[in-house]
Every structure is written in C-alpha cells, then in structure tokens.
C-alpha cells in the first residue's frame, strides 16, 4: 500500500523506489499483487507517464489517508505532539508564498506554538541538504536520491495576455501560431523555449521565440499586465487577474503539461516530526485540482481536460 501511494504522489515507479529504498522491480511486484488484490488496473502506464485509473484515484484517497495516520502513530510513539519545538528552516517558491501560504501559516503556528519558521523566498531549485534547509516548496522534483517527494496539488498554466493587446495583435489559433507574437517567458521552466501542449490528445512539443525571458513569475504577470507580451504562467499566480478580466487566457482548446507544487525533504531528517505534522496539515487543506483551477474551468478559462491530468 506504501508502495502505491508513493508511486501515486511522485508519478513514477523509479521516484517510489527510491524513496522506499528499493529496487524499481520490488515496486513493480508490489503493485501488481495490490493490482491483483482489488481485481482492477491502479495505474495507466506508458513510456511518458504513470496516471492513476478511475479505481487507482478512489483507493488512493484512502490509502493515503491511512498512510499518514500510519506515520503519525510512528511519530507520536517517538515523540509526544507536545515535544514538537524548535525551528524550522523552509525555502519556498514565490508563487505559493505570496498571497497563499500565509494564512496556513497563522493556522499552523496556532496548533504548535513552540515551533519557530525560518522562510526563505525563492525561485531557485535547491538541494535541501547542501543548503541546509528542513524542507523546500518547489514545482519541480529533486535529483538526490536521500530526498522524499511529496506533492501537494498540481500547478496548472495558461498562455495568457490583456484583452487591449489581444484587440491590437490579435491572438493565436493553434499554439505554433505563438512564433508570430511577442512572448515572455519564465526561464525555471525545465524544457527552455518550449512549451508541450495536448494537441490531438498527445503532448507535442511547441518552439518559442522568447522576447523576454525572466526568472520572476510575478514581473512576467505584471508586463503582460501592461500589454506588453503574451505570457506563459501558472494559474497559482494569475487566477485573480483573469477572472477579473484584466488578462484573458488563449489556446484554450490546447493545454499546457504541467508540475506539482511539491514538498522536497531529506528522509532522515532530525525534524522529520515537524516537517509531517506540516505536510499533514498542508495536505488536509488542500486538494490536487486547487480551489481557483476549479473557478476557470467554471467560467471557461481552462480546460477540463486538466481534470485526467496526473
């Protein structure tokens, strides 16, 4: 069951392994008797990607659930809830820090007062262990094989642009129209100057001429604000200005692959208590298509087909 859960959080047998400390094999084993077991597939496999099935994402719901309480008795047999103390040091990127994850912040220091935070704010994808950090938020997974990975929703983008650019440049009909228009680009993005859109239900990877390229998510949201490209950017950053009809989203009809927004921790870490007694509580107030996702697929802004993503 570990072993499911964990395939399911990374989306990967080779990402299960390594956090359970197994070879690729034993995982595969693994999920086949459970496959075995409840009599119905768990996953759709392929060579890009490993999804869960219909049946796969209902037990997962409660695999998971069992999993953390599971964890939460080691830990409470370790270390009584009232030990947890001490600090924390985090590094988190912009796009959950600012605007979101404050609150959850007030919320969990009123549960565990004896905790203290050390946040840093930052874009970068960094190892937690060679920096020194307990835990790092980021949209990307890690490269050390130490690390558990665990995400906590998916991270969604659009193309994007105001409506008076749109009304002077017009916009793009299909995404290999996007060389004929001035783009800005975040330059985290793993795949460089390219975006991979679902055309005819398979992700195709599409060429950018990038005007102006940014490692800051919010300048880019704020020069397409003033008409000066269109944008590439997470909904977690540009949900409130498109549905207040200060940008508006294109290519609707051809979404964009996305990421997790992921918690990266080293397994041994001496503060293992409190790094899960946070991801417990981020977990139980947050679900893996977010609130504002929800909102643009209402009103027609994103695509339902970002439903079946993984």
């Not at 990127?93 to 704010?121: C, E, H, N, R, W």
């Not at 990877?205 to 269109?230: E, P, T, Y």
Request: glycine letters at 6%; one cysteine or more; a neutral charge.
């Amino acid at each position: 069951m570990e072993a499911f859960v964990r395939v399911a959080e990374s989306g990967s047998f080779i990402k299960a392994a390594e956090q359970l400390g197994v070879t690729r094999s034993v995982i595969t084993a693994r999920i086949q008797q459970l496959e075995k077991f409840v009599d119905a597939p768990l996953f759709f496999r392929s060579t890009r990607s490993v999804r869960l099935s219909d049946t796969g994402l209902t037990y997962y719901k409660e695999c998971a659930g069992l999993i953390n309480k599971f964890e939460q008795l080691v830990d409470q047999m370790a270390n009584s809830r009232s030990t947890l103390h001490g600090r924390l040091r985090i590094h988190m990127a912009p796009g959950f820090a600012i605007d979101y994850f404050g609150k959850y912040l007030t919320l969990f220091l009123q549960s565990y007062p004896d905790i203290d935070m050390d946040i840093v704010v930052n874009d970068k994808v960094i190892d937690p262990i060679s920096s020194g950090f307990d835990i790092v938020f980021q949209m990307f997974p890690p490269n050390g094989e130490t690390l558990i990975d665990r995400k906590l929703f998916s991270v969604n983008r659009v193309v994007c642009a105001t409506p008076e650019f749109i009304e002077k440049h017009g916009k793009p009909e299909h995404p290999q129209d996007l060389e004929q228009f001035t783009l800005g680009f975040y330059s985290g993005y793993p795949t460089r100057n390219k975006l991979q859109f679902l055309i005819d239900d398979q992700f195709q990877d599409i060429n950018l001429n990038v005007k102006v390229s940014s490692s800051s998510i919010h300048l880019l949201r704020d020069f397409a604000l003033n008409h000066g490209a269109i944008v590439c950017l997470p909904t977690l950053v540009v949900h409130g200005n498109i549905l207040a009809g200060k940008l508006t989203t294109v290519l609707r009809d051809f979404p964009l692959s996305n990421y997790g927004l992921r918690a990266v921790f080293p397994a041994n870490s001496k503060n293992i208590s409190k790094i899960r007694s946070l991801l417990d509580f981020l977990i139980e107030r947050l679900t893996n298509i977010p609130e504002w996702d929800i909102k643009l697929i209402e009103q027609g802004y994103l695509s339902e087909r970002i439903k079946h993503f993984p």
